[in-house]
């Protein structure tokens, strides 16, 4: 009798020991665009699979650099489809990894419920406020979508004394919900993000004023060998995830 439960208790501890030890890190790098919704996704993710997920969320620009500099992120989430295709060109990513995962919209917003109208280019071009967020052209794909929209409607020049630029489209969509600057170009994701709710007023950009917002992810080297990793980006291709996705108000490849 006392082997039998002894033997019980083993079996148990055992089964708890070989659970612990096939859970896994996952170090992701991602842009801050996709930030909040990739939290909700590694949510569902730590559930159905016990792997955990550590994040650090920046420009693509910057997260590129920091990962040609050794970063040990074994996951790159990037707003655009160049810089993953650098990394697995210089030998950072593995080939025939990276995916577009998703298809981002740019969006004029201000937190004030009447200020953007159903068309953008009017108060753009009436000039009734003080500063314009963009994030940093150079470095966040959302920023050069903005350039190139303004650019698109002549505004480039005429209001680039009342700019605000973010490092990335976090920093810039904090720049308007702080009401630093009375609008901003955002992605739409943001003000879909239940703590917004769509709150404020928009006008989404259409998608003929600027490049594609094509959004890859690429798996690293460092993690070529890391199931969790692998198992993460077969996860972000699933049904549950990609519904999230699209409720954040991207577009899917």
Do not use: C
């Not at 295709?85 to 995962?101: C, H, I, M, P, T």
């Amino acid at each position: 009798m006392f082997f039998r439960i002894y033997a019980f208790a083993f079996m148990i501890f055992g089964a708890g020991f070989v659970s612990t030890a096939v859970a896994e890190e996952v170090r992701v790098a991602v842009a801050a665009n996709f930030l909040n919704t990739l939290n909700e996704i590694i949510r569902n993710f730590k559930t159905d699979t016990g792997h955990t997920v550590v994040v650090s969320s920046g420009s693509s620009g910057k997260l590129y650099a920091q990962i040609q500099n050794g970063a040990p992120f074994e996951v790159f989430f990037s707003a655009d489809v160049k810089r993953p295709q650098l990394l697995e060109e210089e030998g950072l990513a593995v080939k025939g990894s990276r995916f577009v995962y998703a298809v981002g919209r740019l969006t004029l917003w201000s937190p004030e419920s009447n200020l953007v109208n159903e068309d953008g280019r009017i108060v753009l071009s009436k000039g009734n406020f003080e500063h314009l967020a963009i994030a940093n052209p150079k470095t966040a794909p959302y920023g050069l979508a903005a350039e190139q929209t303004l650019k698109k409607l002549d505004l480039w020049e005429s209001l680039h004394d009342r700019m605000v630029q973010g490092e990335n489209i976090g920093q810039t969509f904090q720049f308007v919900f702080s009401k630093n600057a009375q609008l901003g170009f955002v992605a739409l994701s943001q003000v879909l993000d239940p703590k917004i709710n769509g709150s404020g007023s928009r006008w989404d950009v259409p998608a003929s004023f600027h490049d594609p917002l094509e959004q890859e992810v690429v798996l690293l080297m460092t993690g070529q060998n890391h199931s969790g990793a692998k198992a993460f980006l077969e996860y972000v291709k699933g049904d549950k995830s990609l519904a999230i996705i699209e409720r954040f108000g991207y577009g899917l490849p």
